[in-house]
Structures are given as C-alpha cells and as structure tokens.
C-alpha cells in the first residue's frame, strides 16, 4: 500500500485556527473521502513540535492499494475540484503545500 500526504508546512492566521478546521472538516474531507481508489483519509491536526522544529499546521494522509490507483485518484475530477476548494483554505495560511508519496509497511505491535 502507499500513501499521499499533503504537508502543510507553515501557520494558520492567528485567531483563524478554529474556522480552518472547520473549513477542513465541512467543505475538504467530503471532496477527500470521495477519491477513486482511497482507501483511508486521516486529517492530522499539528499540536506540537520539538523545539527548532518546522511548523507543520495539517498533514493530510490518503491510503491507496497502490501507486496506479494514486495516479487514477490524481487525475480525477475529484481531484482538480478539491484544488478549487483548498484555495479558499490558503487565505487563513501562510506557508506551503507540499506532497510526498511512501511506501507504507505495517507491523503488529509486540506485547511487553
């Protein structure tokens, strides 16, 4: 399986946190939950950091069977609409988007 994230690398608008996630969560996670081929979305919301660490204010991660079914999501109408839509998002940011694809490899966790 892989997975897409979108990083976003940067802050929120002081004072715009609350309508950020909720912009997220009312007009992006159903254009999101809507890819062909996904098969998990998390929205990660940045709470905290180590010191001297970049400021990441959302991750966004998109589960697909495989790179194939990435390429089909990515080339989707869902696609180019939810773009639409994360513009009105950008006014309360100030940063950069930037994606990354990882192969994601899974393992049971071991009891003590």
């Not at 180019?80 to 994360?86: D, P, Q």
Request: net charge negative; aromatic share 10%; charged share 25%.
């Amino acid at each position: 399986m892989i997975i897409r994230y979108a990083l976003f690398e940067g802050e929120i608008h002081a004072g715009r946190e609350a309508e950020f996630r909720a912009y997220v969560k009312e007009r992006l996670v159903p254009l999101w939950t809507t890819f062909p081929g996904a098969e998990e979305v998390r929205v990660l919301d940045g709470t905290d950091r180590d010191e001297g660490a970049p400021s990441f204010a959302m991750a966004l991660a998109i589960r697909y069977p495989d790179m194939a079914a990435c390429e089909k999501a990515l080339q989707s109408n869902v696609r180019f609409k939810s773009r639409e839509v994360t513009a009105g998002l950008l006014t309360m940011f100030t940063g950069k988007v930037h994606h990354h694809v990882f192969d994601a490899n899974q393992y049971p966790v071991s009891p003590v």
